[in-house]
């Protein structure tokens, strides 16, 4: 079974250190799934990598150049040479090795008056407003590559669900259609998470419940408060749906309470256990409110043309008056985390990811 890797999915992580690749390195070391690159899909993540480095190197050579610049005794340090070409030889050495790619699977020329076609008749992935040329070249790729299978079927994982899915999870009405005229099944994937999903295991006791009443629930959220006031905007924006005179967030009082909303069990190569569990979390947050009230009247010098003379007399004005107030709400934060158990116990927990 041959695995097709979208750019998008690789530039997450260079170097495939998350705990998601590791589990995916896994299963393939254990299996005969087999990663394969579109030479687009190569060409793009090899070209990226060393757009990221040459950045980097830059940003590096900047920051010392404007470290020099106020130092009061003179500091010399030398930084090292990039040496491009040996870090993007060791990059592709790494990435081929860990996924054990063995073919880079070139363009086919022959694919260029269809591609010409699907442009010109905006054809999925072509658009009315844009044209997903490398888009066309790798779907026109993985087809190829399921025409090939024995069992006429491959995995596509990619992060565009806009160009290759119907927006959702599920492969474009469109392709799905041009797939099944040509006899193939494309099994698409928007993370690695979602295949890794369908590789999953059930281990009796590991319910629910058992992952609750294991975890430090308590940690994990003074954790969850740290990386939620990294979202002020999103926080502002639901506050606003609240009252239409939010002023600002004020804090972040605590998480009410905290619950599994679902889990999938992957088994490494070792026994161990890795569980990806998405939590979900009420907030309780606090924020400011403003109340404007107008004043119509107040006593003022007005100029009597009669007599020549300014006497005091009531006029109308109008005073803005802000009445603060603070309120709160309860917005739900989502959660994934990453559990590793051993021996039936838990051995470790990662905090992932958290959004609201």
Known sequence: MKIVLDTNILRQDFFLKSNKFEMLIDFISKTDYQVVFPEVVYKEIVALYKRNLLEKHANLVKSYNDFKKDTAVPVEYKIP?????????????????????KDVVPLNNNHLPYLVEKAINRIHPFTEHRSEFRDALIWLC?????????????????????????????????LLKESNAKGVSVQYFSSVDAFLKTKAIKIEFITKDWIESNLNLKQL??????????YADRL???AKDEADNFEEILQIVQCAQTWV???????????????????ESELEVEYATHEVRKESWDMDYVF??????????????????KKAESKCF????????????ENSKIKSVELVDCHI
């Open 221 to 230: 959220e003074n954790e969850i408060v740290s990386k939620i006031e990294m």
């Open 330 to 341: 309860c917005p739900i934060a989502v959660i994934e985390i990453h559990v590793i158990v």
């Open 261 to 279: 909303n679902d889990f999938y069990i992957y088994e490494m190569s070792d026994g161990t256990l890795r569980i990806e569990v998405t939590l």
């Open 81 to 101: 040479e990039l040496e491009i070409d040996k870090q993007e030889s060791e990059f592709v050495n790494n990435i081929k090795n860990m996924l054990k790619v």
């Open 304 to 321: 009597d043309y009669s007599t020549g003379d300014y006497d005091m007399e009531p006029v109308y004005k109008e005073k803005l008056l």
């Open 142 to 174: 993985v087809l190829e590559l399921a025409e090939l299978e024995k069992e006429k079927t491959i995995f596509f994982i990619s992060a565009n669900t806009k160009d290759f899915a119907d927006g959702t999870v599920n492969l474009h009405s469109e």
């Open 236 to 238: 502002d924006e639901l």
